[in-house]
């Protein structure tokens, strides 16, 4: 009968971001990729929902008062239940093409950090869907395995992945987590930093979009060694008259304004290096760092890791998908690789 219910319900694996919210279908990959955020009517007592993912975040930053935009993720956690639930529901529902009879089984990405308290809300969260069954698998495992790393065998490896609300360091040895640490710093910190740093020393002020566009176009880990580097000009609001202004950015601001972010992160990574057993550190220093998540893709931040910890360091093939993947893999293979998880019987 067991094996019954399986074959009629679908399986999804789900990688629940703070930017962005990657969905893995047991048969067809990766089936959904979709901004984590909501359009809500804020007269609407019961949450009178407008739109969700890529249709809600057109609409960040440009609503009337009676329209707010929620992200249900904060740093990789849920900071908003009902919303994270609504959300949940409606990414499952798109993910799942033909309907089945029986609902699915859910395997959910969680940060290494994470505590009992936020994997709880995660896992309720999913069991809210109306889910068959939910596990957990931490997200650096996650990528690890979706990354192809040889997480089995007696040698250490180690794996960076920069997500929008947090980055998470990992070292991994026969199939375990030796080392982890998560920090609380992202592409969404990189975003901020611009917009504190254009503030401050540029007098405009910007949105979100305006600052992911100047990370995306010319954000760089390292300051221009001749010159200004590659430039976007932007518009914005003066900040003393508050008016709009038209103004030319520079790749050495946006750099400049990414340094604290960066340095953070470096020596977070020195740290997980330095704590990693004697016979570990070898092999990391023979086989390098393995570099994934959205934030990764920030030019030159191979470059940067590779200066500050004398380590070299590769970028996962599908850095963007690779915690999609991994856990989906885990997900089809949930007999063999029930280890790994982080609830290892999930919950009924």
């Given at each position: 009968?067991?094996k019954?219910?399986?074959?009629?319900?679908s399986d999804?694996a789900?990688d629940?971001g703070?930017?962005?919210?990657?969905i893995?279908h047991?048969?067809?990959g990766?089936?959904?990729n979709?901004p984590?955020?909501?359009?809500?009517?804020?007269?609407?007592?019961?949450?009178?929902?407008?739109?969700?993912?890529s249709?809600?975040?057109?609409m960040h930053?440009?609503?009337?008062?009676?329209?707010?935009?929620?992200?249900?993720?904060?740093?990789g956690?849920?900071a908003?239940y009902?919303?994270?639930?609504?959300?949940?529901?409606?990414f499952?529902?798109?993910?799942?093409?033909?309907?089945n009879?029986?609902?699915?089984?859910?395997?959910?990405?969680v940060?290494a950090s994470?505590?009992?308290?936020?994997?709880?809300?995660?896992?309720?969260?999913g069991?809210a869907?109306?889910?068959?069954k939910v596990?957990?698998?931490e997200e650096?495992?996650?990528a690890?395995?979706?990354?192809?790393?040889?997480?089995?065998?007696?040698?250490?490896?180690?794996?960076?992945?920069?997500?929008?609300g947090t980055?998470?360091?990992?070292?991994?040895?026969l199939?375990?987590?030796?080392f982890?640490?998560?920090?609380?710093?992202?592409?969404?910190?990189?975003d901020k930093s611009?917009i504190?740093?254009l503030?401050r020393?540029?007098?405009?002020?910007?949105g979100?979009?305006?600052?992911?566009?100047?990370?995306?176009h010319?954000?760089?880990?390292i300051?221009?060694k001749?010159g200004?580097?590659?430039?976007?000009?932007?518009?914005?609001?003066?900040?003393t008259?508050?008016?709009p202004?038209?103004?030319?950015?520079?790749?050495?601001?946006i750099?400049e304004?990414?340094?604290?972010?960066?340095?953070?992160?470096?020596?977070?990574?020195?740290?997980?290096?330095?704590?990693a057993?004697p016979?570990?550190?070898?092999?990391?220093?023979?086989?390098?760092?393995?570099l994934t998540?959205?934030?990764s893709?920030?030019?030159?931040?191979?470059?940067?890791?590779?200066?500050?910890?004398?380590?070299?360091v590769?970028?996962?093939?599908?850095?963007?998908?690779s915690?999609?993947?991994?856990?989906?893999?885990v997900?089809?293979?949930?007999?063999?690789?029930r280890?790994t998880?982080?609830?290892?019987?999930?919950?009924?």
């Amino acid at each position: 009968m067991k094996k019954y219910l399986n074959f009629l319900s679908s399986d999804l694996a789900i990688d629940l971001g703070t930017v962005n919210t990657l969905i893995h279908h047991h048969d067809n990959g990766i089936v959904l990729n979709e901004p984590s955020i909501l359009a809500v009517d804020k007269a609407d007592l019961n949450m009178g929902i407008i739109a969700i993912g890529s249709k809600a975040k057109e609409m960040h930053g440009r609503t009337p008062e009676n329209i707010e935009t929620i992200k249900p993720m904060r740093e990789g956690i849920i900071a908003d239940y009902l919303a994270a639930e609504e959300m949940l529901k409606y990414f499952i529902s798109k993910s799942l093409l033909n309907k089945n009879l029986f609902s699915p089984r859910l395997m959910i990405c969680v940060p290494a950090s994470s505590t009992p308290a936020e994997r709880k809300a995660i896992l309720d969260s999913g069991l809210a869907t109306g889910a068959r069954k939910v596990f957990l698998i931490e997200e650096p495992m996650a990528a690890a395995i979706g990354s192809d790393l040889p997480i089995n065998e007696a040698k250490g490896s180690m794996i960076i992945d920069i997500g929008g609300g947090t980055t998470e360091i990992a070292i991994i040895s026969l199939g375990g987590i030796v080392f982890s640490k998560s920090i609380r710093v992202g592409g969404n910190e990189f975003d901020k930093s611009i917009i504190s740093n254009l503030r401050r020393n540029e007098n405009i002020h910007i949105g979100e979009i305006t600052a992911e566009q100047l990370k995306i176009h010319i954000g760089s880990g390292i300051v221009p060694k001749h010159g200004d580097g590659r430039k976007m000009t932007i518009k914005g609001k003066e900040i003393t008259e508050g008016v709009p202004v038209e103004k030319e950015i520079t790749e050495r601001h946006i750099s400049e304004s990414l340094a604290e972010a960066l340095f953070e992160i470096t020596e977070t990574i020195k740290e997980a290096f330095e704590s990693a057993p004697p016979e570990l550190t070898g092999d990391i220093y023979e086989n390098g760092i393995l570099l994934t998540g959205g934030g990764s893709l920030l030019d030159n931040m191979d470059v940067v890791i590779e200066r500050a910890t004398g380590l070299k360091v590769k970028y996962a093939e599908e850095p963007l998908s690779s915690v999609a993947l991994g856990s989906g893999k885990v997900m089809k293979n949930i007999k063999t690789m029930r280890d790994t998880l982080s609830t290892p019987y999930g919950r009924h």
